[in-house]
């Protein structure tokens, strides 16, 4: 029974496909990113987390829903070219993840409230990509910011090995962050829609 969510969210995946066609992989306009280096919070005691999970935008669109959260920016990351761009990402030879930037307010969430909704928003054991994605930026991952922060997912990861799931969620040290182009920014919430390849199902 713990897969049949897993399942749904693939046959949730397909369906997406035929009406987006992989949308997060089309390049359009061209616009420049903006390095972020560190990923600093907005605001003194906010707290941020780096996370891949596929199309950045469906990643966003669930972060970004938390109460506690308050900003989200998605972009690249764990490359070895400065400043990417879309373009150059989508041709897999940068090395980089597509990833969100989530800020929160410790006051109102926690890292774990995060952790748990990115791993139970996308398919953590699918490899070398998300759903109908696929390729190296669309890897699962988790860039961690600190050793509490690797502590956490590690045991996250843990509980879900535990229970069956063969999970393949990268944890690796934080590398520069780079915003991604500003129509990437809030996609769903500018655009209209929702997420072609995440949606919520309990993993925990």
């Not at 690249?76 to 030879?93: A, D, F, L, M």
Request: proline share 6%; charged share 20%.
């Amino acid at each position: 029974m713990r897969y049949l969510g897993m399942r749904r969210l693939l046959q949730l995946c397909a369906l997406g496909v035929l009406s987006t066609l992989s949308a997060c992989a089309q390049p359009t306009k061209h616009s420049a990113p903006v390095s972020l280096m560190p990923a600093a919070p907005a605001q003194p005691g906010n707290e941020t987390l780096i996370l891949a999970s596929g199309c950045f935008w469906g990643t966003e669109y669930f972060l970004k829903r938390i109460d506690g959260v308050v900003a989200t920016t998605v972009g690249y990351t764990g490359g070895h070219v400065e400043n990417p761009t879309y373009q150059e990402v989508c041709t897999k030879k940068t090395g980089h993840y597509e990833a969100c930037l989530v800020e929160y307010d410790p006051a109102r969430t926690t890292a774990e409230t995060v952790l748990r909704m990115f791993f139970e928003t996308h398919d953590p054991t699918q490899r070398n990509g998300q759903g109908p994605d696929i390729g190296p930026q669309y890897r699962s991952a988790v860039f961690y910011q600190s050793e509490a922060q690797r502590e956490l997912t590690a045991s996250l990861i843990e509980q879900l090995r535990a229970k069956g799931y063969d999970v393949a969620t990268e944890l690796l040290p934080a590398a520069p962050f780079y915003s991604a182009e500003g129509y990437h920014q809030d996609y769903y919430d500018v655009k209209g829609g929702t997420p072609y390849c995440h949606g919520y199902r309990k993993l925990f």
